[in-house]
């Protein structure tokens, strides 16, 4: 028997998919911003002169890379309400972990790439008066930044595939609104085929972008690579 | 009101979560074995743009390194079935799902790998007379290899926390055996601490034992 394909149901609850990949966007909007903020500070950490401040950089970046996400972002949707006392939601228990998560990958891009500045840099600032937080904040970190944008294209995408996690904690994202849509009409084949495509469709052109700036950055001069 | 935690009960049930982490193991294995040569084979064609296959394996590659594993795990395991007609096991659709985005990512890592050896190395090959099998078998393949060593590893530890998510599909790996005991025992925090301190050790102690390896065998350019 030959499948009959039937994609009719979808365009009627196509609203539905529309508020599961805003609710996905918007998930991935907070853990992006977070979590570059959050890998900005320990990404420092990791190139302090403190030998504790490295510590504790380490520490962060190698339990976050070394444990699965979705055990992190179980773990945190059980922990958060006995840590804090609130309620917990899916949706903070998501942004949460997924801020951790992205942030311990990107201080890894924002260590590789200070390092990538050199030593001269840090000598010039210093010869002319600039304490240890000003060499970083107005030397270092622009030009580190500029080589860093590539890395952290691909970063953009990881967590993108990454937010599907919170399907798992009942958040209402793209993968979860398919999922009771595929249960109810029956019809798995075409909703999860549409699922995978529609993350396709963002992602694919999103990731020839980053490739592009990457050979533009690349033919300027050094980029540091993920 | 502090939390009373108790670790002790979930200890007992350490046996079930140990074998949660076996079964992630094999299909790990299962995936690793299926994406590693289906990957190079993709990432040769690719790279020495073999007419017409060139083509299918860029959509290929572009199509599964985009697509988010979660969702072909889903798409496998409750899709797949329909349109070919067999139930898949979960274990099956699980492989499936996860070779073939590995294998996406390990084309691209055996590109990566062959574009840099040098032109000259070609060309010193065909003035020996060597045909192109013999070349890539014999000149380029081995020095590549040697130099994808360090990213294979990575990849490899990828795959390992990807199959985490195979529970979904209710395949007994370890989060779902962590969820099994965590309702069984009500101390779903205990439980998921113990499951990560065992993804942790297991994973970072992987992660220096590539390191090792890596400075033994491999070739790092920096």
Known sequence: ?226 | MTYDWNFSIVLKYLPKILEGGAHTLVLAGASIAIAAPVGILLGIVRQRRIPFFATLAVIYIDFFRTSVALALICWCYYALPVLIGVNLSTFTAVTIAISLQSSAYMAELTRAGLQSISVGQWEAARALGMPGRVRMRYIILPQAARRMIPLFFLLMIEIVKTTTLAGVVTYPEIVYEAYRVATEIYRPIETFTIVGLVCFVFLFSSGRIALYLERRFAVVER
């Open chain 1, 1 to 226: 028997m030959v499948y009959k394909w039937d994609f009719n149901f979808l365009l009627q609850l196509g609203p539905l998919l529309l508020k599961g990949l805003e609710n996905t966007a918007k998930l991935w909007l907070v853990a992006l911003v977070c979590g570059l903020a959050i890998g900005m500070v320990m990404g420092v950490f990791r190139t302090a002169p403190s030998r504790l401040l490295r510590a504790i950089g380490t520490l962060y970046v190698e339990t976050i890379r070394n444990t699965p996400g979705l055990v992190q972002l179980i773990w945190i949707f059980y922990a958060l309400p006995i840590l804090t006392g609130m309620q917990s939601s899916a949706w903070v228990a998501a942004s949460v972990s997924l801020s951790l998560y992205t942030g311990a990958y990107s201080a890894e891009i924002y260590r590789a790439g200070i390092a990538s500045v050199e030593l001269g840099q840090w000598e010039a600032a210093r010869a002319l008066g600039f304490g240890y937080l000003n060499q970083m904040r107005y030397v270092v970190l622009p030009q580190a930044l500029m080589r860093m944008i590539p890395a952290f294209g691909n970063r953009a995408i990881e967590l993108a595939k990454a937010t599907t996690l919170a399907s798992t904690i009942a958040f209402a994202d793209l993968l979860y609104t398919a999922k009771m849509i595929a249960e109810d009409q029956l019809r798995p084949l075409e909703t999860y085929t549409a699922v995978t495509l529609i993350f396709t469709a963002v992602l694919l052109p999103v990731s020839y972008a980053v490739v592009l700036l990457e050979r533009r950055l690349g033919q300027k001069g050094s980029v540091h690579r993920d």
